[in-house]
């Protein structure tokens, strides 16, 4: 077996940001599952690049479609509107949707990119697609978001407590909750649901000496099976032991509070909207605040084919305060700059209602929201066709773009070629950086 080389891909040791980091990855015996040593967190940290950058994501997702011509790219009094009304935003010139005022009036704290498109009208591809920025590719799973950040970027900040909880975390997971793909299952999003609910199988069914005189006996198991087959650096820790330890960490970490909301102000929970899908961004922010690199929580329903303007109307109502509140929260905490919000879908819906008032599959010039995390706010770039005939909006931006520009500002060497198990090198993102959105 050829031995891990720790040079760099510009070729000499420590001339690239990727030297560091991602040898003490690979040779450490727990890198599969992202947790490093405290001397390794320290020099994974001295590798990252300097200034200050944004350390989580938190992703909005809109599962089933969400219509641009009610959320935030609406044309009142064209006839694509069918009746929908528009508001004015904090934003001069800019308008939203009539269901999402208090969203306007945060306006300037956010972009809209209104001229999004892809190739996938179908819904499991479209997810995939936005999720990943790739579109599907046989035999192979490309990481989400969450999973190349978590893997990009595994050290924490000097001034957080080291993260006994998942980084990667999927709130009311729906049809493709994110995966780690191509990286390992170690990188697929922890999946929780209404925080009301407390998280299951986190309580040991035996007393602290019952479960001790188990893990002794595991240990000898471990010991047993580790002799010659594994590598010097392993033969006393198996990566299942290692996994064991690490739900034991996580069982008795007071940062699983950061699921409950139960214990927020009764104010704060209510600005957030008593739903689930408002509990969850409420949870959302408690996560980030504890060190959780990337939070995505999904509001389903959004799949408007009868009754678009009802059905549409419904979601907003839930999302709107969610969206502001959560926005607003993190401001308050300090943690705007610190965290990238995105609400996406993975398409938007068509111009013309069908037989049944609904709007059928559109991705052809859809919206997706970025904010925090250093981009800039107040702007709308990109412009559908106001009479709906065109396919080709104005300015438009890949969804491959979008994940170009988030790992760009959170400082990833988004063109890096990851090495995948059937042996292609395949880039982080292969899209553009969307440079308007820098500040």
């Not at 690490?246 to 069982?251: I, P, S, T, V």
Request: charged content about 25%; glycine content about 10%.
């Amino acid at each position: 077996m050829t031995p891990f080389s720790p040079f760099s891909r510009h070729g000499a040791c420590g001339q690239s940001d990727h030297f560091t980091r991602r040898a003490l990855l690979k040779s450490s015996a727990v890198a599969g599952l992202g947790w490093l040593t405290p001397l390794a967190q320290q020099l994974a940290r001295g590798s990252e690049k300097s200034g200050k950058r944004p350390q989580s994501v938190i992703i909005l997702w809109m599962e089933g479609g969400a219509s641009q011509l009610e959320t935030f790219d609406p044309h009142p009094g064209r006839a694509i509107a069918y009746g929908a009304k528009a508001i004015e935003t904090a934003v001069r010139g800019m308008k939203f949707g009539e269901g999402l005022p208090l969203t306007a009036e945060r306006a300037q704290d956010f972009s809209i990119l209104r001229a999004v498109t892809s190739k996938e009208g179908d819904h499991t591809r479209a997810i995939y697609n936005v999720k990943t920025g790739y579109r599907p590719f046989p035999g192979l799973i490309h990481p989400a978001i969450g999973s190349i950040l978590c893997h990009e970027m595994p050290g924490l900040d000097e001034k957080m407590p080291p993260i006994d909880i998942p980084s990667h975390i999927s709130i009311l997971p729906g049809q493709n909750p994110a995966r780690g793909g191509y990286l390992g299952a170690q990188y697929d999003a922890f999946q929780a649901y209404d925080p009301v609910k407390p998280l299951p199988d986190l309580r040991s069914r035996t007393d602290d000496e019952g479960q001790s005189l188990r893990l002794d006996g595991l240990d000898v198991l471990e010991q047993s099976f580790a002799a010659g087959r594994l590598a010097d650096l392993e033969k006393s820790r198996t990566l299942h032991r290692t996994s064991i330890e690490r739900a034991r960490r996580m069982m008795s970490s007071d940062q699983l509070a950061a699921f409950d909301v139960s214990d927020a102000p009764k104010a704060e929970r209510e600005a957030f909207g008593d739903t689930a899908f408002g509990r969850s961004c409420l949870a959302a922010v408690r996560l980030v605040e504890v060190g959780v690199r990337c939070v995505e929580v999904t509001l389903n329903g959004w799949d408007t084919h009868i009754n678009n303007y009802e059905g549409q109307a419904k979601q907003l109502g839930i999302l709107d305060p969610a969206l502001a509140a959560l926005i607003g929260l993190l401001k308050d905490r300090d943690l705007y700059e610190n965290t990238i919000v995105m609400v996406a879908t993975e398409f938007g819906r068509t111009p013309k209602l069908n037989l049944a008032e609904g709007r059928d599959h559109w991705p052809h010039g859809f919206s997706v929201l970025l904010g925090g995390g250093g981009f800039r706010g107040g702007l709308a770039i990109g412009e559908t066709d106001p009479t709906g005939e065109s396919q080709e909006p104005t300015g438009k931006v890949r969804v491959e773009d979008i994940h170009a520009t988030i790992f760009h500002q959170l400082g990833i060497d988004y063109d890096y070629e990851q090495m995948t198990p059937i042996g292609r090198p395949i880039a982080i993102s292969d899209g553009r950086v969307i440079r308007e959105l820098s500040s």
